[in-house]
């Protein structure tokens, strides 16, 4: 399954797919115990991200959507969608091959806001 950013689309399924959820908590030692801090889970804090493969024309939709910080609609390799999302390209490189020559490679995060 491919996964979804606003009018773009994956080559293929993205590699390591992880939804790394805000919870803002803490372990703290203190002298002679610890300390716990407990601030809650944060739902808008969630974080989704993957390496993912992009034809050049999906690829600029892509890098579009991160150089103008618009918030976009993602669905995820099981078609679960998963509402507005930042785009955040973590980096990426051209990985063309010769059936597929103009192919790029992206480590993406998604940021719930």
Not at 2 to 8: D, L, P, R, V, W
Not at 14 to 26: E, L
Not at 51 to 75: C, E, H, M, P
Not at 96 to 103: R, Y
């Amino acid at each position: 399954m491919i996964i979804n950013i606003g009018s773009a689309n994956s080559f293929k399924t993205p590699d390591g797919w992880k939804v790394s959820p805000d919870d803002r908590q803490s372990r703290d030692e203190i002298v002679g115990g610890i300390y716990i801090q407990d601030l809650g889970l944060v739902d808008n804090g969630e974080t989704l991200s993957c390496q993912a493969i992009f034809d050049s024309a999906n690829w600029a939709t892509v890098k579009g959507y991160w150089l103008a910080r618009t918030l976009v609609d993602v669905t995820d390799p099981d078609g679960n969608d998963m509402g507005n999302r930042r785009v955040v390209v973590k980096d990426y490189t051209r990985t063309g091959t010769k059936i597929h020559p103009h192919m790029y490679s992206a480590t993406l995060e998604f940021w719930k806001l």
